[in-house]
C-alpha cells in the first residue's frame, strides 16, 4: 500500500514539475487546429481561426474590411460572421525631401506576459508549461531590438500563472506597476496564438515568415482610442513589411488596455510555428514600432507622414498622449459629471421646495 502511494505521489509531482503537452497531436500538420473556432463568412469562406470566439467581436484584415461575427456554435467550435462596412485608413505618405531623424532619446517601451506559460511545439517541445514558456524568448528578443534602436525597454516577467480567466486580473497588477514605476511610452502584452501553423506563416519573397496579430479589447473605456492606434500601426507597417501584421482583432475582454492610449495585445505567431521563425518578426516589428511611435507625424488631416516635421505636427507618440486624447478614465469622468450633476439637481429641487414652504407658511400667517 505505501508503495503504491508513493508510486502515486511521484506520478503526481511529475506531471506539475515537467511541461504539459497540450495539443502535439497537431504539432505536424499543417491543417485546421479542431479545437478552436473556425469563423466563416455566410457563403461559406473561411475567414479566420481563434481559440475563443463571442458574438460581437471584430475583426478587420489587411485589406481594412471590418467584419463582425454574429452567430457562435460552442458545440461545433465553428462561428459566422459578416461584412460590416470598409475602413478608410489613414493615409500615409514618406518624407522624401529631408526626413526628419527619429530622436529615441528618453523613450520608453514597457512589456509583460499575461499568458507567460505560452510556448512552441517546435523550438520549445511543447506548447504550454507551467511557468515561463517560450513566449519569454520571444519577448526578451523584443526588448533588445528596442534597445538596440536606442529606446529604453523594460520586460517584466512577473508569473501570472495559471492561464485562465483571472489571468488578466492578476497581469493587471504588473500593468499599472510598469506604467506608474516607468511612464511608458507604450505598453505590450506578448503573447502566441492557439490557431494553425498555416493561418500565421506566408510566403514573401521567396522566405516563410510569421506574422503578428494586433488584438485590441472592446471591453474597455480606451477602445476606441486603442483602436485607432492600432490602425496607424498597421497603415505604417504596410509601407515598411507589408507581410507583418495578420489583422487587428477586437475581442470582448478588457486585456488591460484601459491603463494606456497606447496599449496593444501582440499574438507572436501560434504554438505550432517554429519558434525561430517567430524570432525573426521580432526585428521588423520592433522597426515598425520604432518608426511608427517616434518617426512618423500626424497631419490636421490625420494623415501619417513617415520622417515628417516634427516641429510642425505631432509624432504618433504624442498624437497619442493621454493629455491629447480622450482620458483613459473617460468613464470615470462621465461617472463624476453624473454624481456632480444629480447633486446639483438635487440642491435645485431642495431650494425650490423649501422656497415654496417658506412661502405657504407666511401665507398661512397672514
Not at 60 to 73: A, G, H, L, Q
Not at 174 to 203: C, M, Q, W
Request: with cysteine; glycine share 6%; hydrophobic share 40%.
Amino acid at each position: 500500500m505505501f508503495k503504491r502511494a508513493l508510486l502515486i505521489l511521484v506520478a503526481t509531482l511529475f506531471m506539475f514539475l515537467t511541461p504539459q503537452n497540450v495539443v502535439l497531436a497537431n504539432s505536424l500538420t499543417d491543417g485546421d487546429v479542431t479545437d478552436i473556432y473556425q469563423v466563416y463568412l455566410t457563403d461559406g469562406t473561411k475567414l479566420f481561426e481563434r481559440t475563443d470566439v463571442e458574438v460581437g467581436d471584430i475583426y478587420i484584415n489587411t485589406d481594412f474590411y471590418e467584419f463582425v461575427v454574429i452567430e457562435v456554435n460552442d458545440n461545433t467550435k465553428t462561428a459566422i460572421a459578416k461584412f460590416s462596412r470598409a475602413i478608410t485608413p489613414p493615409k500615409v505618405d514618406f518624407n522624401y525631401i529631408n526626413p526628419t531623424p527619429i530622436d529615441t532619446s528618453n523613450k520608453m517601451i514597457a512589456m509583460y506576459s499575461t499568458h507567460n506559460d505560452e510556448s512552441y511545439v517546435t523550438g520549445d517541445g511543447y506548447d504550454s508549461v507551467y511557468g515561463a514558456g517560450g513566449i519569454h524568448d520571444v519577448a526578451k528578443k523584443l526588448k533588445n531590438a528596442f534597445i538596440s534602436k536606442g529606446i529604453n525597454c523594460v520586460y517584466d516577467e512577473t508569473l501570472h500563472i495559471p492561464h485562465d480567466t483571472s489571468a488578466y486580473s492578476r497581469s493587471n497588477s504588473t500593468a499599472k506597476k510598469l506604467i506608474e514605476s516607468y511612464s511608458p511610452n507604450a505598453i505590450f502584452d506578448i503573447h502566441r496564438d492557439g490557431a494553425s501553423r498555416k493561418t500565421y506563416v506566408s510566403t514573401y519573397n521567396g522566405e516563410e515568415v510569421c506574422k503578428v496579430r494586433i488584438v485590441v479589447g472592446k471591453g474597455n473605456g480606451n477602445y476606441q482610442v486603442n483602436q485607432e492606434f492600432a490602425l496607424y500601426l498597421l497603415s505604417v507597417a504596410k509601407e515598411l513589411y507589408p507581410w507583418l501584421f495578420l489583422d487587428i482583432y477586437f475581442g470582448s475582454g478588457h486585456y488591460n488596455q484601459a491603463l494606456s492610449n497606447k496599449a496593444i495585445l501582440f499574438e507572436m505567431g501560434s504554438h505550432l510555428v517554429e519558434k525561430g521563425l517567430v524570432l525573426k518578426s521580432v526585428e521588423p516589428l520592433a522597426e515598425v514600432i520604432n518608426i511608427a511611435l517616434f518617426g512618423t507625424t500626424i497631419n490636421d488631416e490625420g494623415d501619417a507622414i513617415i520622417g515628417g516635421n516634427s516641429v510642425s505636427n505631432p509624432t504618433i507618440d504624442e498624437y497619442f498622449k493621454d493629455e491629447n486624447m480622450p482620458s483613459k478614465n473617460s468613464s470615470g469622468i462621465i461617472a463624476t459629471i453624473i454624481v456632480i450633476s444629480i447633486f446639483i439637481i438635487s440642491g435645485v429641487v431642495l431650494a425650490v421646495y423649501f422656497t415654496l414652504k417658506n412661502n405657504n407658511l407666511k401665507n398661512t400667517k397672514k
